[in-house]
T-cell receptor, first 116, second 115 residues
Framework: KAGVTQTPRYLIKTRGQQVTLSCSPI?????VSWYQQTPGQGLQFLFE???????NKGNFPGRFSGRQFSNSRSEMNVSTLELGDSALYLC???????????????FGAGSRLTVL | AQSVTQLGSHVSVSEGALVLLRCNYS??????LFWYVQYPNQGLQLLLK??????LVKGINGFEAEFKKSETSFHLTKPSAHMSDAAEYFC?????????????FGAGTRLAVHP
């Protein structure tokens, strides 16, 4: 079974631009979550989608948005990029949509964004 | 609210020595706890999880962790370190509120293994 695939792996943008990151979950996984990882703030939850619906959102400004398609693939978008948006963006998928703390998240390799 | 504290941002051990990475949690309800490992330029890989079935949890690559409710701890151990264990390790608690897949991570512990 293929793992969680994130594209692109690396990208460089300049301040003010926007960026779209893509995530393909494990086949059959319907829940997709996004996390931001930075040296200063660590791993922070961005949002989670299930069946094309955003179920929860972390404490990030409205410049950060996402969506999920009917095939469970997900994209996240960051508009008007700032230097502080430089980070590793991790996508994770989960098999069930059933609400349970025991759900295991499987992570992709991440998309490393550098904002100049 | 659930939270996780990892004691020691850097741990260094010799090859063959015991590995002990500390994690304390704060939770008002029985928690679901996880340990993930991150190798350079990679995502997070699940090492093990605690879901109340057994207090001693065995994971991959020879790691195990013991859930101690009285100490609110979930420390990760490995009897004998290998060079390939050098990585960053994250303890996480699953937030169980309204039901969704949100993990709250500790700050991470970078493990160095010396020959």
């Amino acid at each position: 079974k293929a793992g969680v695939t994130q594209t692109p792996r690396y990208l460089i943008k300049t301040r003010g631009q926007q960026v779209t990151l893509s995530c393909s979950p494990i086949s059959g996984h319907r829940s997709v979550s996004w996390y931001q990882q930075t040296p200063g703030q660590g791993l922070q939850f961005l949002f989670e989608y299930f069946s094309e619906t955003q179920r929860n959102k972390g404490n990030f400004p409205g410049r950060f948005s996402g969506r999920q398609f009917s095939n469970s693939r997900s994209e996240m978008n960051v508009s008007t990029l700032e230097l502080g948006d430089s980070a590793l963006y991790l996508c994770a998928s989960s098999e069930t949509g059933r609400a349970s703390g025991a759900n295991v998240l499987t992570f992709g390799a991440g998309s490393r964004l550098t904002v100049l | 609210a659930q939270s996780v504290t990892q004691l020691g941002s850097h741990v260094s051990v010799s090859e063959g020595a015991l590995v002990l990475l500390r994690c304390n949690y704060s939770s008002s309800v029985p928690p679901y706890l996880f340990w993930y490992v991150q190798y350079p330029n990679q995502g997070l890989q699940l090492l093990l999880k605690y879901t109340s079935a057994a207090t001693l949890v065995k994971g991959i690559n020879g790691f195990e962790a013991e859930f101690k409710k009285s100490e609110t701890s979930f420390h990760l151990t490995k009897p004998s370190a290998h060079m390939s264990d050098a990585a960053e390790y994250f303890c996480a608690v699953s937030r169980f509120s309204g039901g969704y897949n949100k993990l709250i991570f500790g700050a991470g512990t970078r493990l160095a293994v010396h020959p």
